[in-house]
């Protein structure tokens, strides 16, 4: 029998190893922890020499809590200056060293732009008046703050609320430069951020000489002039150097609203504005009253420069346009031939300011731009913006405004390319595109109608549902840009509705296809360029690459008879012509922020957007309203006395009983099929066994011999 006590195998290298590595860790664990017990013990003893209590813990708490607050401020205020800073990138201070004199359709100066800007007089050559009338007027305490002046901000405030209107401005002159050097004059919160940071920013890299010198040299002066030595030229024909307390008043004056005050177009509102200068100059302390009575009693008289305002969004553009054709010539003192029409252009202004005031408060919208461009692709006006002294951001050209129905031309032109006909049936009843259930105007389904209703109509499950089942968003976005459309479009689904951005000018070339025969290509502002001797550097008719079709003829004939349907029996009823064909079509965004109506005829295109710079939504206004109005009045002017054009397509510019007669039979087609398709998913009541009995009792009923009436007391005893 064995022994019971065995004895034990010895533990091999591996497990010895193991097992100290154990006791290492373990022992360690313990030592950092006593050494950390120890080291806390001893902090804490530290700091309990410096606990309060009391009324002065209050005073510490606040002060730990502002700097935790103020930390946190700091990340915030970094946050939001990045972008801000992000906006000195480049050669802010270059001006350009074009000199451009542009002349309109007819060989009539119409302004210039470049060289009105580089004639600069130094701020110490100035009159002491000048610069005195400026600051008292602008800010008065430019010397003196960093940029943004909290005590003019706040008076001006309490100036406001006092007279329960604006009356007082509360920008610092640096201010003031901050936007006319990088940004625009948009109305929203993150402009007025930027602004901020961009006026510390300057404050910072700029001496208060050079801040005032830029933003005398840059600012808009009303009369197509930016800098006050071009004012003085053009207002009073000398120098600035030259100015009178008088004259300088006037001029500090246009700083405010230089439309509004341009004494060539309003001389006693100039006069006006420069005695409240004046009083500005006593208010200040920069002069005496007495100083100050020979320019009341003596205001400046100008130079006759006429009644004519300048076209300055479409000089702004058009000189755009000469630094691109220029830029490889060399040459760069130059006189642009356009093709702008001032009898179109004052149409144009004007009947968009007649809408807004009429209808602006009614529709809550404040702004508006358009763009008029012929057949032959000559851009002819645009509208930037009903003040181009109070915002010289061009909303016609720059702004990126969704284009909401007014985008579905191009996906029907796309659909019109891959074989479908305006009397192609498609449902317009409700579908969903990978979670995206799009709804109809009116919330309701629209059942089985043809592409031309649809077009009409302003049906939106239809395009939706050509993008998702036929054409794909790819060849809708190739369309988009082959007809003209520049603006970056977003390659989602809901494009297909018009959800990216799209400039006014963009919507004006791309309609413009289907004016000009299914070609694209001859949009142009200028026509020629030539040097001051005379030499021609440019001239469009052999320059310019010819242009080429992106629509074929068929598909282009079954486009416009759809979109001539639209003023007919659709959504654009208020853009109607007497006696004149025209087609288009009606956009309205989500939430009534953007309204279009792009439309055009045998002679012209015109695009029209209204709106608000803060992106507020309207009052419920679609396309089919103002901006159908606005375009109508402008082209009733624009096609008098004009040898009328037919659109493409269609057999001529007159309407007559064609295009009426389509709609109608599109219509009652639609109407027609409507009734097919109720009758067609009417569920059935009875079955046809039941129906068979129903019919042979009929007839049994029928059949049947007339029963006497029974007797009755009256007739027995009538017997």
Avoid: C
Avoid at 589 to 608: H, K, L
């Amino acid at each position: 029998m064995a022994s019971p006590l065995k004895p034990r195998k010895r533990r091999g290298p591996i497990a010895a190893r193991l097992l100290a590595a154990d006791a290492w860790f373990d022992s360690s664990l313990y030592e950092i922890g006593f050494k950390a017990r120890r080291f806390w013990e001893a902090a804490t003893i530290f700091f309990r020499r410096f606990r309060v209590s009391g009324w002065r813990r209050g005073i510490i708490e606040l002060l730990s809590e502002g700097f935790t607050l103020g930390a946190g401020g700091i990340v915030v205020m970094l946050a939001l200056a990045l972008p801000a800073f992000q906006e000195t990138a480049g050669d802010w201070r270059a001006q350009g060293d074009f000199a451009v004199t542009f002349l309109d359709r007819y060989g009539n100066e119409i302004g210039q732009r470049g060289i009105i800007q580089r004639d600069s007089v130094p701020v110490d050559e100035m009159p002491d008046q000048v610069i005195k009338a400026v600051l008292a007027t602008e800010d008065r305490r430019f010397f003196d703050h960093h940029g943004i002046d909290a005590l003019g901000l706040s008076r001006a405030i309490f100036a406001n609320v006092r007279a329960n209107s604006v009356v007082q401005g509360g920008s610092s002159i640096t201010q003031q430069l901050a936007k006319n050097l990088f940004l625009t004059n948009e109305r929203t919160l993150e402009r007025k951020v930027k602004e901020a940071f961009l006026s510390l920013w300057l404050e910072a890299n700029l001496s208060k000489k050079e801040i005032l010198q830029l933003y005398l040299d840059r600012v808009y002066m009303g009369g197509g002039t930016f800098g006050i030595e071009a004012a003085a030229d053009f207002y009073f024909g000398k120098s600035v150097k030259d100015l009178n307390l008088a004259e300088a008043a006037m001029l500090a004056g246009l700083f405010k609203a230089p439309t509004k005050y341009a004494p060539h177009i309003n001389l006693p509102a100039a006069r006006a504005r420069a005695n409240v200068v004046l009083s500005n100059l006593v208010e200040a302390g920069f002069m005496s009253e007495g100083q100050v009575l020979q320019a009341r009693l003596h205001p400046a008289e100008i130079v006759d420069r006429g009644e004519q305002k300048s076209p300055d969004y479409y000089l702004d553009w058009a000189f755009e346009e000469v630094k691109k054709i220029a830029a490889k010539s060399g040459q760069h003192s130059l006189v642009a031939h356009t093709t702008f029409d001032a009898n179109i252009q004052k149409a144009a202004e004007e009947s968009m300011e007649f809408h807004l005031r009429q209808f602006g408060k009614e529709y809550n919208v404040t702004e508006g731009a358009m763009v008029v461009i012929e057949t032959n692709g000559a851009v002819r006006a645009i509208v930037g913006g009903r003040d181009y002294g109070a915002s010289q951001f061009n909303r016609a050209t720059k702004a990126l405004r969704q284009s909401g129905s007014s985008f579905k031309p191009y996906v029907y032109a796309t659909a019109m390319e891959h074989g479908f006909t305006p009397d192609s049936v498609v449902s317009g009843g409700p579908i969903s595109w990978g979670g995206w259930s799009p709804h109809n105007y009116n919330g309701g389904s629209a059942g089985n109608v043809t592409l031309i209703t649809a077009m009409a109509k302003s049906i939106n499950t239809v395009p939706v549902r050509l993008a998702k089942n036929h054409l794909g968003i790819k060849p809708i976005k190739a369309m988009a840009e082959a007809m003209g459309v520049e603006s970056p479009l977003e390659s989602h689904k809901t494009m297909v509705l018009g959800t990216s951005g799209m400039t006014v000018m963009d919507q004006a070339t791309g309609y413009s296809v289907f004016a000009q025969n299914g070609f694209v290509g001859s949009r142009h502002g200028v026509t020629q360029l030539v040097t001051r001797t005379g030499e021609v550097v440019y001239d469009f008719a052999k320059d310019a690459p010819p242009p080429h079709r992106v629509l074929s003829e068929q598909a282009l004939k079954y486009m416009n008879t759809m979109l001539a349907a639209v003023p007919v029996m659709g959504t654009a009823r208020r853009a109607a012509l007497p006696n004149i064909v025209s087609a288009g079509k009606t956009g309205t965004t989500q939430s009534y922020r953007d309204a279009w109506y792009v439309g055009f005829t045998g002679n012209y295109t015109a695009a029209v957007w209204l709106g608000n710079d803060d992106f507020t939504t309207t009052n419920n206004m679609t396309g089919g309203s103002l901006p159908a109005m606005v375009w109508q009045r402008l082209m009733v002017y624009a096609h008098q006395n004009i040898d009328l054009k037919p659109i493409p397509g269609l057999d001529h510019p007159f309407v007559d009983e064609e295009i009426a007669a389509k709609a109608e039979e599109a219509e009652k087609k639609d109407a027609e099929q409507a009734a097919a398709d109720a009758a067609a998913e009417r569920p059935p009541v009875l079955s046809s066994q039941t129906t068979r009995a129903l019919r042979d009792i009929t007839r049994l009923f029928q059949s049947a011999p007339v029963l006497q009436a029974p007797a009755t007391p009256e007739t027995l005893s009538a017997l």
